[in-house]
């Protein structure tokens, strides 16, 4: 349903869906609630700004100045911490206020396409998401991290996933260009998990009906867990949730997704398993090596070829850059062989991801000692034109899709 009115003088529009709610102010103001009244998104004159349930912010515009050159160079992105995004909430709750104001005011001037005008039940979802204000997104933003440890990252398209965390840290955390997991790695019991779950359930609320299409099995390696733990868990997801249709989805290494076989994804597959995240990086085993990955491209695709003959699809993540200009060479020709041998299909999906140097990574160290140089954005790009050229599908291709991490906001 969309209602229409005047706010000072300025076109507004009450957007209601059975995911959220959304209010657009003129032509150059619009924000979006869940159901749980928690603000997830606003557009502001030409820039778009994101909230996480952990109270950060990304703030994305793009600079025309640079868009001659590249779409990617046009595109602009940064972190806003919580305590200055904090006028941004304030600022969306007052807007929303006046919109409430006006319709109790004149409730017969706003109107949807059919001449009906507001329930009451609309004003009463509108009202809770007017609640949602500084002192609000404060004390929101310390409950979750009552409930979650840190949300390294999630795979695009599972942004909007219900998150749970079966373990904390990574399995191995060796990768020199990673610093998304900071805590020593460790395996809940099933009893823990329940805990978990059950505070994240309360945790959402209503806001499940936006971040909740699947489940996201976390953290890093959570398919590395034994199959007796991790059949626990799927257990206390379905019964927690009550939820035996929702898809669950998680990531797993090639170092550890090969020692399940294919019927332990069949297994998993049946109590809702729906796709597995297998971080390739590049098929050429020198530069794995290189950034001290523990997986081979052998096992990487074993991994693969494993999990899709369970009845799973797979995303597989293929880094553009890593390596720089002394590894372009076996990274092309050997990431195009492995991708190849894993027989992907219309159900799975191939990211691209720019690799990105963290400051304070081992990475950029390590690069600069051995004289890796970095590829060019142009460099970049022929690198992944050259990749997805050499790629041969027997059938219908894999989705292709970007993965670039300094999007991710959860």
């Not at 100045?65 to 941004?88: C, F, H, K, T």
């Not at 600022?91 to 396409?113: C, G, N, S």
């Not at 795979?155 to 373990?167: G, I, K, M």
């Not at 626990?232 to 989805?249: L, W």
């Amino acid at each position: 349903m969309v209602f229409r009115g005047q706010l000072d003088s300025r076109l507004a529009l009450l957007s209601v869906k059975d995911t959220s709610v959304s209010l657009a102010v003129g032509s150059d103001w619009i924000a979006a609630w869940d159901l749980g009244g928690r603000l997830y998104s606003l557009w502001k004159q030409g820039h778009t700004y994101r909230r996480g349930l952990n109270g950060r912010v990304l703030h994305k515009w793009r600079d025309e100045a640079m868009a001659g050159r590249s779409p990617y160079d046009a595109r602009q992105r940064v972190y806003i911490e919580e305590a200055s995004a904090n006028p941004l909430v304030q600022e969306t709750a007052e807007v929303l206020r006046a919109a409430i104001a006006a319709v109790r005011q004149h409730p017969r001037a706003f109107v949807d396409t059919c001449g009906a005008h507001p329930p009451a039940e609309l004003v009463a979802v509108l009202d809770r998401c007017s609640r949602f204000d500084l002192a609000a997104a404060t004390a929101d933003a310390t409950r979750f991290r009552q409930v979650f440890s840190p949300v390294g990252i999630l795979p695009p398209d599972q942004y909007l996933s219900t998150v749970l965390q079966a373990t904390e840290g990574c399995s191995f955390g060796t990768c020199t260009f990673c610093d998304l997991y900071h805590d020593p790695y460790r395996v809940k019991s099933a009893d823990e998990f329940r805990r978990h779950v059950e505070a994240v359930r309360d945790y959402l609320g209503d806001s499940v009906r936006l971040r909740g299409r699947s489940f996201f099995l976390g953290a890093a390696n959570a398919l590395a867990v034994p199959m007796p733990r991790l059949l626990e868990f799927f257990g206390v997801i379905t019964s927690v949730f009550d939820a035996p249709g929702r898809p669950v989805h998680a990531f797993v290494d090639g170092f550890a997704g090969v020692r399940k076989t294919e019927v332990d994804y069949a297994d998993l597959r049946s109590r809702g398993l729906r796709r597995v995240y297998v971080g390739l990086e590049s098929g050429h085993d020198p530069l794995l090596a290189f950034v001290r990955k523990p997986a081979s491209r052998n096992q990487a695709v074993d991994t693969v070829r494993t999990i899709k003959a369970g009845g799973v699809s797979v995303g597989v993540i293929v880094m553009i850059g890593l390596g720089g200009r002394q590894f372009s060479a076996g990274h092309v020709s050997d990431t195009i062989a492995a991708v190849n041998d894993m027989r992907l299909g219309p159900d799975d999906l191939l990211f691209f991801s720019d690799l990105v140097e963290v400051p304070g990574t081992a990475y950029p160290q390590l690069a600069a000692a051995e004289d890796v140089r970095p590829l060019s954005l142009d460099e970049r790009l022929e690198q992944l034109r050259a990749i997805r050229e050499g790629l041969v599908f027997e059938g219908k291709p894999p989705q292709f899709a970007r993965y670039d991490v300094r999007e991710f906001v959860y």
